[in-house]
């Protein structure tokens, strides 16, 4: 063989070596890569559900907030209309006590 074969040859070989190595570290910068567009697609997405969960809770108080309000109203009302009805009944329990304790005679 000749010098300029043999030559050839190593340099051939010395550039499959420099496409390999050049291959692995290409290899290793898109796994980290990913690694990393990954741990920022799963941060993303936690935040994405936090907000989203805050969201819902919010909603959630809101309504129940509402709800409470609704509730209280509807109590305050019966409360009022139980005192008038009370009110209105008063006159006829005091005549109904004093008719009691005191006799229709004036004497007690």
């Known amino acids: 063989m000749s010098i300029d074969l043999i030559k050839s040859i190593k340099q051939a070989e010395a550039e499959a070596e420099e496409i390999n190595k050049k291959s692995i ?17 799963l941060l993303q997405s936690l935040e994405d559900a936090e ?26 009302s019966e409360c009022e209309a139980i005192k008038s009805a009370a009110i209105k009944k008063l006159d006829r329990a005091v005549e109904i006590i004093i008719g009691r304790i005191v006799r229709p005679d004036g004497s007690s």
């Open 51 to 76: 907000k989203e969960a805050r969201a819902i809770i919010l909603e959630a108080e809101k309504q129940a907030a509402a709800e409470i309000e609704k509730y209280n109203n509807d109590v305050f």
């Open 25 to 41: 570290e290409d290899a290793r910068q898109i796994l980290s890569d990913a690694s990393n567009q990954s741990e920022k697609l």
